[in-house]
């Protein structure tokens, strides 16, 4: 992998799925948290990778659906340290939020 690919592709697996998360002190976390909160990150980028699976099903987006991206996004512990915050909802694997179904 290029040297700019490398930090990409890490800090995308903490995002998205909480891989690695480990990695960073809490402090850290909380602080991007409060600058850059999460809000209603996780259904939105779920949602866009199940319209895109259904319109493109040998898609990547497709293949990460397929394998259960769902349950591994639902599990990402940013998305609820603590519970969810204000302005942020918890997601299901189902792609449900506290208000019901969500998506395009």
């Known amino acids: ?10 800090s995308t697996a903490t995002d998205v799925t909480g891989e690695d998360l480990d990695d960073h002190a809490p402090g850290f976390r ?4 409060e600058r ?3 809000l209603d990150f996780t259904r939105d980028l ?16 497709a293949g990460a659906v397929r394998t259960g991206l769902a349950t591994v996004m639902a599990a990402n512990p940013l998305d609820a340290p603590s519970g969810p ?8 694997p189902d792609g449900r939020g506290a208000r019901g179904p969500r998506g395009p």
């Open 46 to 61: 779920l949602a866009y990778f199940r319209a895109r699976a259904e319109r493109e099903p040998d898609s990547s987006p």
């Open 30 to 33: 909380a602080e991007v948290l």
């Open 36 to 38: 850059y909160p999460r």
């Open 85 to 92: 915050s204000p302005g942020r909802e918890a997601v299901s």
């Open 1 to 10: 992998m290029d040297p700019e690919g490398h930090p990409l592709a890490r």
